[in-house]
């Protein structure tokens, strides 16, 4: 099992639909989320963080999170085109900070490729 | 704010070349520095870090080495590269150790 698991897609969309982008993750311990956002190309940009259960909204973008499922999300309301590249999802797989455990990093998902059409 | 630079953006070196990829954060001080390695159908793969001067960490046996000869400045180095050492390397920086990192712009590099 991976340790950060998303689905590669591609996932496509309409412009104006929600996109709804899943992550999960093996590490129960985990304390800390991230969804990045990565154009072709590029180097990953950070859009959200979250680190307790439930809905953190910030303009178009929520993530959620369910740690005890294990699983946290991005949902994108009203896509444009210019929503589409790479999101990552990005965990710090240790109950706390610190330099053991998993806790000195974040590990990356593969990613999944969302695509916003016309 | 702080800014991340990384440079060069894309570079092309013979099997067997020597490797230096500069990276330096501005607008902090004390910074904790990455560097990763995205290879194509993978995630970024972390190799190493640093929380301070002369102090790195890395995570998987390579063929590269770091080095952080001052605090704002990150180095990713090879005495000879292989072809697999080919990919997309990225240097970021977190305020706390394993938190929210934000990338440079990165470095293609291409072995041939």
């Known amino acids: 099992q991976k340790e950060v698991e998303q689905n590669s897609g591609p996932l496509s969309v309409p412009e104006g639909a929600i996109a709804s982008l899943n992550c999960t993750y093996s590490?129960?311990?985990?304390?800390?989320f991230f969804w990045y956002r990565q154009y072709s190309g590029k180097s990953p940009e950070l859009i959200m963080s979250?680190?307790?259960?439930g809905d953190k909204e910030d303009g178009r973008f929520t993530a959620q999170l369910n740690k005890a499922s294990q699983y946290v999300s991005l949902l994108i309301r009203d896509s444009q085109p210019s929503d589409s590249a790479t999101y990552l999802c990005?965990?710090?797989?240790?109950?706390?900070?610190?330099?053991?455990?998993?806790?000195?990093?974040?590990?990356f998902g593969t990613g999944t490729q969302l695509k916003v059409e016309l | 704010s702080q800014t991340i630079h990384q440079w060069p953006a894309t570079l092309v070196q013979p099997v067997g070349s020597p490797l230096s990829l500069e990276c330096t954060v501005e607008?902090?001080?004390?910074?904790?520095l990455y560097w990763y390695r995205q290879a194509a159908g993978r995630g970024l793969q972390l190799l190493f870090y640093?929380?301070?001067?002369?102090?790195i960490s890395s995570e998987v046996p390579q063929n590269l080495s770091a080095s952080r000869p001052q605090d704002r400045q990150f180095i990713l180095s090879s005495k000879k590269l292989l072809l697999s050492d080919s990919g997309f390397y990225l240097c970021?920086?977190?305020?706390?150790?394993?938190?929210?990192?934000?990338f440079g712009q990165g470095t293609r590099l291409t072995v041939v």
């Open positions: 590490d129960r311990g985990s304390q800390s």
């Open positions: 607008g902090t001080s004390n910074p904790n």
């Open positions: 990005a965990v710090n797989m240790a109950g706390r900070w610190g330099l053991t455990g998993g806790g000195n990093k974040l590990t």
């Open positions: 979250i680190y307790s259960n």
């Open positions: 970021a920086w977190s305020a706390v150790l394993g938190a929210e990192a934000f």
């Open positions: 640093s929380v301070g001067i002369g102090q």
